[in-house]
């Protein structure tokens, strides 16, 4: 039994298969009878989700440096309930997004990557991080992409970019 949960993160440009791989590891840790539970950012449910979610359907227009800060603020507003689950609860938590691709995508558009990072210094650590690894051009081909803020093919190669800066010894990628 373990002491506490795993903090597993899955990380990758727009339509790497994040989601459905997400799901696919959720039932399989069930399976092998540990208690998971799936997370995602952003939360487009809470105050600051809502502002995320109309910025990314276009409906509403914020500085790039607002906007990184709230999806930020996304996280931060999250960490107790996620260190309760983990620490007390011992539930493994798998969670689609985190601090990362605040970075990658806000130093994608032109911000200094420092300065993206600072506002994510002191969230929970994940203790893996997993990165789906899909060709630019083969996300493109998958449905729905286009439809929101950032699914341009230009963009989404600097975003690969910038994630492949961030990686250290915890990524693994394509496993
Ligand atoms: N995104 C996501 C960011 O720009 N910064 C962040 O901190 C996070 C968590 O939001 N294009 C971007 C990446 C996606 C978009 O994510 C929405 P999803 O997983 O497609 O709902
Ligand atoms: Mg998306």
């Given at each position: 039994m373990l002491q506490r949960g795993l903090f597993i993160v899955v990380e990758g440009c727009d339509r790497s298969g994040k989601s459905t791989q997400c799901a696919n590891l959720v039932s399989n840790l069930t399976k092998s009878g540990i208690d998971a539970e799936l997370i995602k950012?952003?939360?487009?449910?809470t105050q600051t989700g809502k502002m995320i979610d109309n910025y990314l359907q276009q409906k509403s227009e914020l500085d790039d440096h607002a906007i990184h800060l709230l999806f930020s603020a996304n996280r931060w507003e999250a960490m107790q309930a996620i260190h309760d689950k983990i620490v007390h609860q011992r539930k493994t938590l798998v969670v689609d997004r985190y601090a990362f691709s605040g970075v990658a995508f806000s130093s994608a558009k032109g911000l200094d990557s420092n300065w993206c990072r600072h506002s994510d210094v002191g969230l929970l650590s994940p203790d893996i991080v997993l990165f789906l690894d899909l060709p630019i051009d083969e996300a493109e081909k998958?449905?729905?992409?286009?439809?929101?803020?950032?699914?341009?093919k230009e963009l989404q190669i600097r975003v690969r970019e910038e994630f492949m800066k961030l990686e250290d010894k915890n990524w693994k990628v394509n496993l």
């Amino acid at each position: 039994m373990l002491q506490r949960g795993l903090f597993i993160v899955v990380e990758g440009c727009d339509r790497s298969g994040k989601s459905t791989q997400c799901a696919n590891l959720v039932s399989n840790l069930t399976k092998s009878g540990i208690d998971a539970e799936l997370i995602k950012f952003p939360d487009r449910t809470t105050q600051t989700g809502k502002m995320i979610d109309n910025y990314l359907q276009q409906k509403s227009e914020l500085d790039d440096h607002a906007i990184h800060l709230l999806f930020s603020a996304n996280r931060w507003e999250a960490m107790q309930a996620i260190h309760d689950k983990i620490v007390h609860q011992r539930k493994t938590l798998v969670v689609d997004r985190y601090a990362f691709s605040g970075v990658a995508f806000s130093s994608a558009k032109g911000l200094d990557s420092n300065w993206c990072r600072h506002s994510d210094v002191g969230l929970l650590s994940p203790d893996i991080v997993l990165f789906l690894d899909l060709p630019i051009d083969e996300a493109e081909k998958r449905g729905g992409f286009g439809e929101e803020r950032y699914e341009k093919k230009e963009l989404q190669i600097r975003v690969r970019e910038e994630f492949m800066k961030l990686e250290d010894k915890n990524w693994k990628v394509n496993l």
